[in-house]
T-cell receptor, first 115, second 112 residues
């Protein structure tokens, strides 16, 4: 079956531009996570949704970062007024909730480069 | 708070040799541990996980890991590696709802 998909796969932005990154989770997966992976580092948690509810946004680095999942399926991570330090791979993952903890299935990521 | 330390940033090894990738964790709550593999330009793929029960966990591609509570470790092993095992490996600890805290990663390079 189809896995987690993300678009675009690559994004180049000029400093100060707004960007929007999309995640399509596996159909039926209730939980959705966003992670940020800087070059040479492990992924770091950004935010977590259960259906349309954003239950944990403790990892968002600043108020320039905003995530939504209005209908409980597709999610968008928006970064306003991008800075060079935002350059990273943004990973999305989805999971069921029936087994604690659930196994997360990751998308291929969106590689963001801010010039 | 949870944290993970991967003790080796790079591990070179010859094909068909055994390998161990080391991981230590810190967690104040129940421990759920994972190993993921990341091939170039691909997403993370689950290798194996420890939730409870037997401390020796077997995963895909011939990998296994042993949970050691007293040493707070979860080292990954494979008795004989292949060229295709060249990738970056991440150890992670999870909360009960799935939030993962990752280590810095270990790049495994298998030489012919």
């Amino acid at each position: 079956g189809a896995g987690v998909s993300q678009s675009p796969r690559y994004k180049v932005a000029k400093r100060g531009q707004d960007v929007a990154l999309r995640c399509d989770p596996i159909s039926g997966h209730v939980s959705l996570f966003w992670y940020q992976q800087a070059l040479g580092q492990g992924p770091e948690f950004l935010t977590y949704f259960q259906n349309e509810a954003q239950l944990d946004k403790s990892g968002l680095p600043s108020d320039r970062f905003f995530a939504e999942r209005p209908e409980g399926s597709v999610s968008t991570l928006k970064i306003q007024r991008t800075q060079q330090e935002d350059s990273a791979v943004y990973l999305c993952a989805s999971s069921l909730v029936f087994e604690p903890p659930p196994t997360q299935y990751f998308g291929p990521g969106t590689r963001l480069l801010v010039l | 708070a949870q944290s993970v330390t991967q003790l080796d940033s790079q591990v070179p090894v010859f094909e068909e040799a055994p390998v161990e990738l080391r991981c230590n964790y810190s967690s104040s709550v129940s421990v759920y541990l994972f190993w993921y593999v990341q091939y170039p330009n691909q997403g993370l793929q689950l290798l194996l996980k420890y939730l409870s029960g037997s401390t020796l966990v077997k995963g895909i591609n011939g990998f296994e890991a042993e949970f050691n509570k007293s040493q707070t470790s979860f080292h990954l092993r494979k008795p004989s590696v292949h060229i295709s095992d060249t990738a970056e490996y991440f150890c992670a600890v999870s909360t009960s709802y799935g939030k993962l805290t990752f280590g810095q990663g270990t790049i495994l390079t298998v030489h012919p």
